[in-house]
């Protein structure tokens, strides 16, 4: 314990002192002290806990640093063990790296400049606060043996569901023709038990009631001319009904549910993650059109999300399958996970849009997001839920209006609404004005 | 078997051993059926490998497709950018200034982009440089989607890289290097700085180079006296707006006179101010916009002009004229020479007489009037070229002492009188080359056409008046593998930087002095030093003007047979670089309403003496004879159109038709007048001969005068406007209520309620039909904004032309408009009003012309909403009048309803019906589009919407920002191309607004105000200035 704190101890003046020194701008001073604190700290050396390592892995080293993937740093799995054996480097070079990379850059130690050249110049970022400690733990970490994958279990498991649904589809067939063979005997048997009761009938001389010639039931009905009349208005009318639901129903395309050329899951973006629309929606702010975002702001994050965690896998969609889509990504915008780089071959992707409005109707979006302050949801439905992004609402012009009537424009802090705001919600003698009284119903403001 | 009878069809079958019978149970039919015949051309049927069945099969296959794909919506893509531009947001447009400069309009523009495509040109309002948008740079836009445009370089129609280009090209100059012939470039006006200099590299790397600039409207008399005279090849700049007494002889100055742009100062004094405003004389030959705007017009002949001329010079500098005019004339140059004398310094001269001592002349009157309109320090530099060096260089082609030429922006076969001269030169150069926007009559004659970009994808800078230089910058990468011309010069002389790092140097070494670049490219324009040194070092040949100029003005004139032809530009086509585009060919020209062609103007006596004549055709459509003029034994065949005003004795034809290359089939109309164009005089003598046919005009309107109806036009003069009240010459019109005479605006007597229009926005137009020149701009606007399909000249000719804003042009029958109303009061009795109005169908000899521009007047009580079986047009809170295009059902009731015919149907599918081949059923013309618009489809009604998408789109940016909105800030497509401030747009519940108070102008009326319709669109009543000295 006490070691521990006199490393935090340390830790806080190297970090004064690197401060007081950086404004000084002597930075071989700082080097020298840092070498010298690693130097005897590095005495108090020993193997650390890989559970606290992970979690400072995480919160500080993740962004750049994969354990078994190079991205914007090189992967960290075993990296003291490669250190020390490749280019024979000692976790003191390790602690030195870690809490100030530019200034064994500067040193002019040949490994360090040989890793700062192959990432493109850019120095890692300095992590004084880190004890050495911290970085036992991290390292302690990187040492542990990669764990095998579940994902193996999965395809077992998947193959006996897939089997076990096939043999309970067999078994529900042999119950069926049982009981199929079980009525037939059933039937045969009343038939034979009828037989054997007219027979004996027959035998006592027991007459039988015959059954009387009646007018049948449906004779009867077509001599009834007004139940005709009644009978063949209702089906005029009922079919008028379908007929016009049929046509009303044509172009409306609520619940279009289109194949995407990659599978792009709001559910994982929205709804896990809780990226806001308008991250990726940014248009939508602006512009008529909420904009389908380009490849650079996919490649914003998907840069160091390359795979997606096992738990986001669901029964129906597995980790392969959305690492896969992943990958269609960097395909499309022509990024090299290996060297992390862009290879300049791009192959724009044709999403099939998926709320087409005809063209002589105006919507703005920047005026139902940015003016009105609507929620994304309420037009499009639950994003954050959808596996494969659908249409929510009919977008039918009487829909449009439904809303128009029922909402109040929100005319509080903008300067445009307090004029007209007043004087017309005198003149109808409301408090809030609905955007129908605004105006939102007339023919020109959306056709034009 | 039930029975034996036997059925039989013919008695043929009676007959056992008949072979027809026989045969017919075996064959259905006796002969063979001719299936090959049927089927077509047998070889390739049997070439084809689709098979019967396969038929069968694609036929069943596209019908199911077919009735699902009508039952399914279809799939639509969307591609995002893969790396989206940071100035691009899909659905918010981008302007970027930039500089017209393609040798005939040279203007700085807005150019509004969206999703990176140009779609719309508007003013640049910061410019303080003469030329705004006219309605052809206005129209430009369009030129840059043309499909016609060359692709790439190519030689002897070859496609080429430019890569062979280079090579085979330096390599041919490297021959010619140093040697006896001459490297001569044959360019369009550039005036700009950069090219000038890198030009001057190019002579220095060669030697032997000749830069010969050209003109194809030649301003070259202008240019030779102001450089003899001030020592600058430049053009007199003028600004009217200092002028209270304007004199034009000849000078279309509303026009393209002198490279234009002078109309928005012109129209500042046009509107009575203080009870003052402009006086404007025009001595002219055809009837042009300057002369229809004139106070006083005075039709005269060309050769008259130059005595009219001498005579003004007389009266002001000094000296005596022996000459004769008629004597009304005579008093009329007698008058104009007072008022001038009078207005001193207010007072400005200007003539369009091509001789270079009517133009030494002109600048002596002016300086003896020490005019502040006129102004020597800043000359306007957007024509240099010189007839002397283009005729030197055609002699020296064909002497065969030419070894290379290289044209750019110039297309001399077309544009020369001599162009047979020219392409018979043209075989003995060495190397021929031309840099050109199309395949058009020159570049298919050189061995290279170097395909060139369009203004709008390329980089330049121009000087528009000395010490104002304004920036051409690209809107969208180049469409098709296209290189300017600067920058072949530049690989030429060796040098591997862009054009854009060379003006970027040129300027900051010369003109920014010190300024920011990246400021001047934003702002598009740059006003720098204007004491800046003189430019023109060349020893040009120039036509030096006499020392006594007056006289050797008079020398020329000389009595002549037959008539005398002026040939000019028109607002639409100006030189004819733009023929092959469809809103200049469908744009109705100001004077005659008529489109899609050129003709010979002659006044009605003229007319009537050779036999021709115009006439109505029973679908109202105007017919006009044809007839052969003759100039120095070359003959052309032209139709005729009589126009009211035209001098005796003269005629006029317009330039910039009849090309043949270049251009769509559709947009070869008219004929070639540069053919006549001799010595680059626009003035020639012409003998004219009737001939066979006539010739169909498609007009939008027909030679229509005012007859006395004051309620359209509302006229009035200058006196009396200062000294009556508005009753006697703006009075609203009356109607009886209980025998009383009740002003139509008042409540009792409106069949509609009136609704509270005073909460929210309520938007008006007003034109003041004092300002407006007619010059077409907002025609255009309109065009651009509102996606208004093009028809074609067969439509035009059935009224079925698609202008939701067209220019209405009325000619008074007596000599003005005041005197048409007198006779119309005097009318009394049957006999009288047979007589006498239908001698008011005719317009007078010299009419007075007003212009009116038309559009739907968004009346509040709309005739045409209360006839709609479907209510598919209404009326919105903010005063438009709506068309919802979906819900219209084609009736045509509301058209018909509409007392000022506004409305249009769609009679086909414009963008999609192949018997239109213009810019709608074109994928590269569909570019222009603006996609805030919907395309209209067959069979509705469309109309003006006040641009309801720009007013919305000003309310919505006001919104998302929580600010109130000012004045000025609504704007429609006409009123924001309007840089005359003849209309002014806005909300006049802010009755701050420029609009509001214009609503309570005692000049303010509404078309047809009787007829109780309370227009949303006002007009200011026009005031002449009819007070002579």
């Not at chain 2, 004094?269 to 300057?290: A, C, W, Y």
């Not at chain 2, 324009?525 to 120039?542: A, K, M, R």
Request: proline share 3%.
């Amino acid at each position: 314990m006490k070691k521990s704190y006199q490393s935090l101890e340390v830790n806080l003046i190297s970090n004064m002192k690197k401060v007081v020194h950086r404004k000084l701008g002597k930075n071989i001073l700082s080097l020298g002290l840092i070498i010298l604190l690693t130097l005897t700290t590095s005495l108090s050396a020993q193997d650390g806990d890989p559970a606290k390592g992970k979690s400072l892995f995480n919160a500080n080293c993740a962004a750049c640093h994969k354990l078994d993937k190079k991205m914007t740093g090189p992967a960290l799995r075993n990296v003291e063990q490669r250190l020390s054996e490749t280019e024979g480097l000692d976790r003191d070079w390790i602690y030195a790296w870690i809490k100030n990379s530019s200034g064994v850059i500067k040193s002019g130690d040949a490994y360090a400049n040989k890793i700062y050249n192959e990432f493109g110049g850019a120095a890692m970022t300095a992590f004084p606060q880190f004890s050495n400690a911290d970085i036992d733990n991290i390292l302690a970490y990187t040492a542990e043996v990669k764990k095998e994958p579940a994902a193996a279990v999965a395809p077992v498991a998947a193959s006996g569901a897939a089997q076990t649904g096939a043999s309970s589809g067999i078994s529900n067939e042999i119950i069926l023709g049982a009981l199929a063979v079980l009525f037939m005997l059933l039937a045969a048997g009343l038939f034979l038990v009828n037989k054997t009761l007219r027979r004996f009938a027959e035998a006592q001389n027991i007459d039988l009631p015959e059954s009387t010639e009646r007018t049948p039931l449906w004779k009867a009905f077509i001599k009834n001319q007004f139940l005709m009349f009644v009978v063949a208005i209702f089906f005029l009318l009922s079919s008028a009904y379908f007929v016009y639901g049929y046509l009303s129903q044509v172009g409306v395309d609520q619940g279009y549910e289109p194949v995407q050329p990659i599978h792009y899951s709001h559910r994982i973006h929205a709804g896990d993650n809780g990226i806001d629309c308008k991250y990726c929606h940014s248009s939508a702010r602006v512009s008529k059109h909420s904009g389908i975002p380009s490849l650079n702001v996919c490649m914003n994050c998907h840069k160091s999300i390359y795979e997606v965690a096992p738990s986001t896998a669901t029964e129906e969609y597995s980790k392969e399958f959305y690492d896969g889509e992943i990958q269609k990504l960097y395909k499309a915008v022509g990024w090299n996970d290996a060297d992390q780089k862009y290879t300049g071959k791009t192959q724009p992707v044709k999403w099939v849009r998926i709320h087409n409005l005809p063209d002589f109707v105006y919507f703005n979006h920047s005026q139902h997001v940015s003016v009105a302050g609507v929620e994304c949801q309420k037009c499009h439905g639950p994003v954050e839920e959808m596996e494969v992004m659908y249409q929510y609402s009919p977008l039918t012009m009487g829909w449009c209006i439904e809303c128009h009537r029922s909402t109040n424009v929100k005319v509080k802090d903008n300067a445009y609404y307090d004029k007209i705001h007043e004087e017309l919600s005198k003149k109808y003698g409301v408090e809030n004005l609905t955007a129908a009284q605004m105006g939102g119903l007339e023919c020109g403001k959306c056709h034009y | 078997m039930s029975s034996n009878k036997k059925y039989w069809k013919s008695v043929e079958e009676l007959n056992e051993n008949s072979s027809i019978v026989e045969t017919l149970k075996q064959n259905e039919f006796v002969e063979q059926i001719p299936t090959d015949e049927f089927l077509g051309d047998k070889d390739t049927l049997e070439a084809s490998t689709t098979t019967r069945r396969d038929f069968l099969k694609y036929v069943g296959f596209s019908t199911a497709a077919a009735s699902l794909a009508a039952c399914e919506g279809p799939v639509v893509k969307s591609i995002p950018y893969v790396v989206q531009p940071d100035e691009i947001i899909p659905g918010v447009a981008n302007y970027y200034a930039t500089t017209i400069a393609n040798g005939f309009d040279f203007a700085s523009v807005l150019v509004k982009t969206r999703e990176g495509r140009p779609i719309k040109i508007e003013n640049n309002t910061m410019a303080a440089t003469n030329g705004s948008a006219n309605a052809r740079v206005n129209a430009s836009v369009l030129g840059l989607y043309d499909s016609l445009r060359a692709q790439g370089p190519s030689k002897a129609g070859e496609a080429i890289s430019w890569s062979t280009f280079d090579a085979e090209t330096s390599k041919a100059l490297d021959a010619l290097k140093g040697g006896s012939k001459d490297i001569v470039l044959l360019t369009q006006t550039f005036a700009s700085p950069s090219t000038s200099k890198l030009i001057s590299q190019f002579k220095e790397k060669y030697g032997n180079v000749r830069h010969v600039v050209y003109d194809s409207v030649s301003e070259s008399a202008a240019l030779d006296a102001y450089q003899a005279k001030y020592g600058e090849r430049a053009l007199a700049n003028y600004d009217f707006s200092k002028a209270m007494t304007i004199v034009s002889v000849g000078a279309d100055f509303l026009g393209d006179w002198q490279g234009g742009g002078f109309d928005s100062g012109y129209s500042k004094n046009r509107i009575p101010d203080h009870g003052k405003m402009s006086r404007h004389v025009q001595f002219e030959s055809n009837m042009t916009l300057s002369g229809a705007n004139a106070d006083k017009r005075v039709p005269l002949k060309p050769s008259e002009q130059k005595i009219a001329l001498a005579k003004l010079h007389s009266y002001i500098v000094g000296g005596f004229v022996n000459q004769k005019l008629p004597e009304t004339i005579e008093a009329a140059v007698k008058s104009a020479a007072i008022q001038l004398k009078k207005a001193g310094s207010k007072g400005v001269l200007v003539s369009g007489i091509q001789d270079v001592n009517a133009q030494t002349l002109v600048l002596e009157i002016n300086a003896a009037l020490n005019s502040h309109a006129f102004n020597p320090s800043t000359p306007v530099k957007t024509r240099q070229g010189s007839d002397k060096e283009v005729a030197r260089l055609v002699a020296d082609m064909k002497a065969g002492k030419i070894g290379a030429l290289i044209m750019n922006g110039v297309n001399p076969i077309y544009t020369l009188s001599n162009a047979t001269d020219f392409s018979e030169g043209l075989k003995k150069v060495s190397l021929s080359i031309a840099f050109s926007l199309k395949a058009d009559e020159t570049a298919s004659q050189t061995q290279y056409l170097a395909a060139a970009p369009h203004y709008l994808e390329s980089w330049g800078d121009v000087e528009l008046k000395k010490g104002h230089y304004a920036l051409t910058q690209p809107t969208i990468r180049p469409l098709f593998d296209t290189r300017q011309f600067q920058d072949t010069l530049l690989k030429w002389v060796g040098s591997d930087v862009s054009y854009h790092d060379f003006i970027k140097s040129t300027w900051g070494s010369t003109i920014l002095g010190g300024s920011s670049f990246n400021t001047a490219l934003h702002d598009g324009v740059f006003v720098g030093n204007i004491t800046s040194e003189n430019t023109t070092s060349e020893n040009l040949e120039t036509e030096a003007p006499a020392s006594n100029a007056a006289n050797a003005l008079l020398n020329s004139v000389k009595s002549a047979k037959g008539f005398e032809l002026t040939l000019y530009t028109k607002t639409g086509m100006g030189d004819g670089q733009q023929a092959n585009n469809p809103w200049l060919q469908e744009f109705p020209d100001p004077i005659t309403r008529t489109s899609w062609d050129n003709y010979l103007t002659i006044s009605k006596a003229d007319a009537d003496a050779l036999g021709l004549m115009n006439k109505h055709v029973a679908d109202g459509a105007l017919n006009g004879s044809y007839a052969n003029i003759t100039v120095n034994g070359v003959s052309l065949k032209v139709p005729v159109m009589l126009q009211p005003g035209q001098a005796k004795g003269s005629v006029g034809l317009a330039l910039g038709y009849g090309k043949t290359l270049g251009l769509k089939e559709e947009m070869q109309t008219g004929v070639n007048a540069y053919a006549l164009y001799n010595n680059f005089n626009k003035v020639q003598n012409v003998s004219i001969t009737p001939a066979e046919g006539e010739h169909k005009f498609a007009s939008v309107q027909l030679h229509n005068t005012l007859m006395g109806r004051g309620d359209i036009i509302k006229e009035t003069t200058l006196e009396i406007f200062n000294t009556n009240d508005k009753k006697h010459w703006n009075a609203v019109p009356v109607v009886s209520l209980n025998h009383q005479e009740t002003p139509v605006t008042s409540p009792e007597v409106d069949l509609w309620d009136e609704f509270d229009r005073s909460i929210g926005h309520h938007f008006n137009l007003s034109i003041d039909l004092n300002a407006c020149t007619g010059c077409g701009s907002c025609v255009i606007a309109c065009h651009a904004e509102n996606n208004v399909p093009v028809v074609g000249k067969n439509e035009v000719r059935k009224s079925r032309d698609m202008h939701w804003l067209r220019i209405d042009r009325y000619y008074s029958s007596e000599t003005s408009f005041e005197n048409d109303n007198k006779k119309k009061e005097n009318i009394s009795g049957l006999g009288s009003s047979l007589s006498e109005f239908g001698e008011m169908e005719n317009a007078s000899a010299n009419p007075q012309v007003a212009f009116q521009p038309v559009m739907c007047q968004h009346c509040n009580h709309a005739p045409c909403e209360t006839v709609c079986p479907v209510a598919a047009t209404s009326h919105g809170k903010q005063g438009q009048n709506h068309m919802a295009y979906n819900r219209c059902v084609g009736t045509r009731y509301c058209a018909n309803n509409c007392p000022y015919k506004v409305r249009r149907f769609n009679w086909f599918l414009y963008n999609g019906n192949d018997e239109f081949d213009y810019h709608m059923n074109d994928d590269l013309g569909r570019m222009v589009l603006n996609p805030d618009v919907v395309v209209r489809s067959r069979g509705v009604m469309e109309k003006c919407s006040l641009c309801i998408q720009k007013t919305q789109k000003t309310i919505l940016d006001a919104k998302r920002d929580g600010r109130v909105i000012k004045d000025g800030e609504f704007q429609t497509a006409c009123s924001a191309a309007c840089n005359n401030g003849a209309m002014v747009f806005g909300d006049i519940n802010d009755k701050e607004s420029k609009v509001a108070k214009l609503k309570e102008d005692n000049r303010m009326y509404h078309l047809l105000e009787h007829v109780g319709t309370k227009p949303n669109v006002i007009y200011q009543t026009k005031v002449r200035n009819t007070t002579e000295a």
